[in-house]
């Protein structure tokens, strides 16, 4: 049971996006996060000869998007290690909850995105483990 099957993935931008928030000042604003996150950060050209520009705030949902994958991954596995990852997203998300609901900084749309991947994170891992457990039952009772 490595610490990679059992912590949350998700934690990586949700650390990112506190210390991203809380840098500088100990009550940040939501407007101070929101220019913060809507800085041009990386400005790809494409072949069609626009400019693709990259904020903080789009990589971190990026970012939250390749980690969600890599936890659906991870929320078909069973046993004791899937369970306590289950565990974890859920604490993760009602820390992410609380934070969106109760400080200023936390009330932006990106927040809001990685928050919901959270919740998809919770509920895709609770339901896999109940279709997996229900298979199982059925298996065991044939």
Excluded: Q
Excluded at 34 to 58: C, K, L, Q, Y
Excluded at 98 to 110: I, Q, Y
């Amino acid at each position: 049971m490595g610490l990679f099957s059992i912590i949350p993935l998700l934690i990586i931008p949700i650390l990112i996006y506190n210390v991203i928030s809380f840098g500088g000042a100990t009550l940040t604003t939501a407007e101070a996060v929101r220019a913060r996150m809507d800085v041009e950060f990386m400005s790809v050209p494409m072949a069609s000869g626009a400019e693709w520009i990259i904020t903080p705030g789009h990589g971190l949902v990026a970012m939250a998007l390749v980690m969600l994958f890599f936890e659906l991954l991870k929320s078909t596995g069973i046993g004791r290690a899937a369970v306590m990852n289950h565990a974890f997203s859920m604490v993760l998300f009602i820390i992410c909850l609380v934070e969106f609901l109760m400080f200023d900084a936390f009330a932006t749309s990106v927040f809001f995105l990685i928050m919901m991947m959270a919740l998809m994170d919770v509920m895709a891992g609770f339901m896999v483990t109940i279709a997996s457990a229900r298979r199982d039952f059925n298996v065991v009772e044939n």
